[in-house]
Nanobody, 124 residues
Framework: HVQLVESGGGSVQAGGSLRLSCVAS????????MGWFRQAPGLEREGIGS???????TYADSLKARFTISRDNAKSTLYLQMNNLKPEDTAMYYC???????????????????WGQGTQVTVS
């Protein structure tokens, strides 16, 4: 089984930056693509971006100018750099990992098998 633990969330003023981290443990050899998602109260979970083991990425069009995903395979860690944050970025942010047989980059939550517990980001 794979465990994912996010960190780095918090409160920040508009225009500020945050860097989220997600550490994978357990059966990390079972991990394929990884991704970041977010969910605001009353809204559906939204895909931010996805990355494969070679660092190839895809992003939601509305976020790619401000958000950057990276991955350190040696540390089993996924990162999300968020710049120029806006109040509408306020949400719970989740890290996700797909099964190792799935290396297709995707922003669809249904494509991911493993999820972290989330870290809250609040922008005021």
């Amino acid at each position: 089984h794979v465990q994912l633990v996010e960190s780095g969330g918090g409160s920040v003023q508009a225009g500020g930056s945050l860097r989220l981290s997600c550490v994978a443990s357990g059966a990390t050899q079972d991990i394929g693509c990884m991704g970041w998602f977010r969910q605001a109260p009353g809204l559906e979970r939204e895909g931010i971006g996805s990355i494969d083991s070679d660092g190839i990425t895809t992003y939601a069009d509305s976020l790619k100018a401000r958000f950057t995903i990276s991955r350190d395979n040696a540390k089993s860690t996924l990162y999300l750099q968020m710049n120029n944050l806006k109040p509408e970025d306020t949400a719970m942010y989740y890290c996700a990992a797909a099964d190792r047989r799935n290396w297709i980059l995707s922003l669809l939550p249904s494509q991911y098998s493993y999820w972290g517990q989330g870290t809250q980001v609040t922008v005021s």
